[in-house]
């Protein structure tokens, strides 16, 4: 499954826990992230005895976890003068060069063929700094490497061969589920190597690549194995986007309406004017898009209280219920983002039934998601037991209660406890013929 190209070498090193920027970077977010893992919040031990059985004793500690949560903008990352990568990866000025293995999404190395060669010419130039242990290993694109085990299996086994240690690199270049699977063998081996990210789809960088979710899809789910961590660094390259499928370019658009409903109505706005730009696929307008739904999920990942998603609702999957299952339904027909674009469209009608949400404001949201070249319905919705499961799946993961984001108004959120299978009928049967209604208005 795995294919290994091209060869690298080594460069010098400096590495800040703080901020570290070279010429060509712009840093956009960096955030401090405290985990709380008792609830108790004691700074030291306390025993208790109850009586003099041992079996009954107790030990509790308050242990507490800093993570800093870093994300760099940039245009060309191994571009000769560009030093942002080689900062993030450098370690103490005076410490041996840092060993890095290299993992490509085999999308980017099929669209962009320079790239292993400018890759290793960048690391040859810096090999005072950083080296490539192995040669980069290429990885199959797309939902494929999160279906199939034998993709975690070989980068496992590539990271094994290469002999790393808990200072050495992982360096992920590709979309989101190449680094979902690459996130997934770093953590895993030695219980946590150092990620460094470079997300190369538009939905990879405003999302999936500056979250702290790793996972693979097993037993038929998506997401089933995986683990929170917060990577090393992320660094969104501008560049790496200009390769994409107009499918791939407009998918992450999906996550930015989403995260723009749940939280800042401007920036929905911004969304809802943006159609041309994206059509015209202007890059300075899609980065800044980008921009604003990364730093959106940075500070909700560091303010919410709740990085590692342990209580039970779970605003960001907003859409996501149905959106998982639709990527089932459809045999991955839909990608993840045309899948989350008809989700959220469901959630919204759902939410001007459950939750308030103004008319005007659903077909607002509506048309926004078409004129951005996404779809709002599939017909695989009519499948209703199919879709269902996806709220059962949810309520299974979250474990308790169900706990379903809807919306309010756009930019104010509320979370309701049940969804009735009459309700979601009654959506997706509004929005077939409102998605009719549009292939009419665009023919
Ligand atoms: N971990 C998280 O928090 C999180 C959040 C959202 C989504 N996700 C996951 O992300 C995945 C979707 O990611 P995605 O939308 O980035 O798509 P993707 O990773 O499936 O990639 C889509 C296609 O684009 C190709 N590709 C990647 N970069 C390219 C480039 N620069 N040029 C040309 N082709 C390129 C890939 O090879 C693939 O064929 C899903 O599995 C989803 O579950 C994870
Ligand atoms: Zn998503």
Known sequence: MLQRSGILSRSEGCHDDGLVLGARARLFRTAHITMNTSAFHSPTPSSRYHGSDPDQAEISASISVQFQHRVLFTEDVFAPNNFVLREVLS?????????VVVFL???VVDTQPDLVQRLRHYFQQHRDRMTVVTQPVTVPGGELAKNDPRVLSNILDALHSAH???RSFVLAVGGGAVLDVVGLAAALTHRGVRLVRLPSTTLAQCDAGVGVKNGVNAFGTKNTLGCYAVP?????????????SDRDWR???AEMVKVALLKDASYFRLLESASGAVAARNIHAMSRLIHRSAELHVQHIAASGDPFEIDEARPLDFGHWSAHRLEELTAFRLNHGEAVAAGVALDCVLSETIAGLPHADVTRILSCLSRLGLPIYAAEMADLDGLLAGLEEFREHLGGDLRITLLRR???PTTVKRIDAGEVEKAVDLLSIASQRQVRATA
């Not at 090393?232 to 994409?244: E, P, R």
């Open 164 to 166: 790393v240690c808990r």
């Open 410 to 412: 756009v930019g104010s």
């Open 251 to 253: 998918a992450g658009l």
């Open 232 to 244: 090393w660094a992320v660094i969104n390259d501008a560049h790496l986007l200009t390769s994409l």
């Open 91 to 99: 370690t103490a000025p005076s410490a041996e060069p840092s060993r």
């Open 105 to 107: 999404d085999q999308g």
